[in-house]
Nanobody, 120 residues
Framework: VQLVESEGGLVQPGGSLRLSCTAS????????MAWYRQGPGESREFVASISRDLKTTYADSVKGRFVISRDYAKKMVSLQMNSLKPEDTAVYYC???????????????WGKGTLVTISS
């Protein structure tokens, strides 16, 4: 199983960027999917998650600015980031809980991360 994030990039403050992450490989069920980030010199922190029934949760720091969504057919989770701030600069990691057997538990998988830099 692999999680592959789309390329990040350099964005000016106030701008927008959309990240996506696609799961591939042998899997039976794709449970919760989420995004985390790790800023320079900081520990990895939760950004947003979306459950199988599309319940979403956001970190307070991104509420009202970021929107997480998923596409079951494409096995994809996306993060639309708006009104970006310099403090949003980080490596963004895709996360998913995946089962490879019927009714099996979700095993956590991580993408390799993609760098998002907010700067003028």
């Amino acid at each position: 199983v692999q999680l592959v994030e789309s390329e990040g990039g350099l964005v000016q403050p106030g701008g927008s960027l959309r990240l996506s992450c696609t799961a591939s490989g042998t899997m039976y069920s794709l449970y919760d999917m989420a995004w985390y980030r790790q800023g320079p010199g900081e520990s990895r922190e939760f950004v947003a998650s979306i459950s199988r029934d599309l319940k979403t949760t956001y970190a307070d720091s991104v509420k009202g600015r970021f929107v997480i969504s998923r596409d079951y057919a494409k096995k994809m989770v996306s993060l639309q980031m708006n009104s970006l701030k310099p403090e949003d600069t980080a490596v963004y990691y895709c996360y998913a809980q995946i089962s490879q057997i019927s009714h099996g538990p979700g095993i956590p998988y991580w993408g390799k991360g993609t760098l998002v830099t907010i700067s003028s």
